[in-house]
Nanobody, 115 residues
Framework: QVQLVESGGGLVQPGGSLRLSCAASGDTASIVYMAWYREAPGKQRELVAPFDAHDLSRYADSVKGRFTASRDNAKSTMFLQMNSLKPEDTAVYYC?????????WGQGTQVTVSS
């Protein structure tokens, strides 16, 4: 079992920045993949940024050049640095981890971009 807890969301003005964190606990040694997703009102949950610093092509087109995922393996924590935020980035952001053939989700953290 893997537990995920996201944090760092909030209200920010357009053009601002936020850094989200996802803390993993439990059987973290079995995690083979982590990624950030988001779900905006009335829209399907979408992949935002997998943790793969060498494969930026997998980032959502809408966030390329603005968002960067990273991971601190020692602390089993994943981050999402979000810069130049836009109102259309408003969503609940979720962390996903895959381990032992299962997908685990956190509870999500709300990001609201508004003036």
């Amino acid at each position: 079992q893997v537990q995920l807890v996201e944090s760092g969301g909030g209200l920010v003005q357009p053009g601002g920045s936020l850094r989200l964190s996802c803390a993993a606990s439990g059987d973290t040694a079995s995690i083979v993949y982590m990624a950030w997703y988001r779900e905006a009102p009335g829209k399907q949950r979408e992949l935002v940024a997998p943790f793969d610093a060498h494969d930026l092509s997998r980032y959502a087109d809408s966030v390329k050049g603005r968002f960067t995922a990273s991971r601190d393996n020692a602390k089993s924590t994943m981050f999402l640095q979000m810069n130049s935020l836009k109102p259309e980035d408003t969503a609940v952001y979720y962390c996903q981890a895959r381990a032992s053939g299962k997908a685990y989700w956190g509870q999500g953290t709300q990001v609201t971009v508004s003036s």
